[in-house]
Nanobody
Framework: QVHLVESGGGLVQAGGSLRLSCVASGRTFSTYAMGWFRQAPGKEREFVAVISWNGGRVYYADSVKGRFTISRDNTKDTVYLQMNSLKAEDTAVYYC???????????????WGQGTQVTVSS
């Protein structure tokens, strides 16, 4: 079992930056991929980014590519999402996801955090 706790959300103006953090506990952190997903009001949860167990591979949704950066520190059991050049359409609840994988159709995850709100004002 894995417990995930996100932090770092908030209100920011368009063009600004935020860094989300997610601390994991339970299963050995360095044994699974980590991801970030988001859900905007009235929309389905969508994939944002994923990072492999050792940080060697990362993938991003097209909507955030070039603006967001996912990283991890296995010595701190923490994954980060640096968000730059934020847009109003980035407004959503952002979820940290443990054991993220591609199932052939989409990214899915086994473990979920409680979510942190990111609001971008235009």
């Amino acid at each position: 079992q894995v417990h995930l706790v996100e932090s770092g959300g908030g209100l920011v103006q368009a063009g600004g930056s935020l860094r989300l953090s997610c601390v994991a506990s339970g299963r050995t952190f360095s044994t699974y991929a980590m991801g970030w997903f988001r859900q905007a009001p009235g929309k389905e949860r969508e994939f944002v980014a994923v990072i492999s167990w050792n940080g060697g591979r990362v993938y991003y949704a097209d909507s955030v590519k070039g603006r967001f950066t996912i990283s991890r520190d296995n010595t701190k059991d923490t994954v980060y999402l640096q968000m730059n050049s934020l847009k109003a359409e980035d407004t959503a609840v952002y979820y940290c996801a443990g054991d993220t994988a591609w199932d052939g159709v989409r990214y899915v995850a086994t473990y979920w955090g409680q979510g942190t709100q990111v609001t971008v004002s235009s």
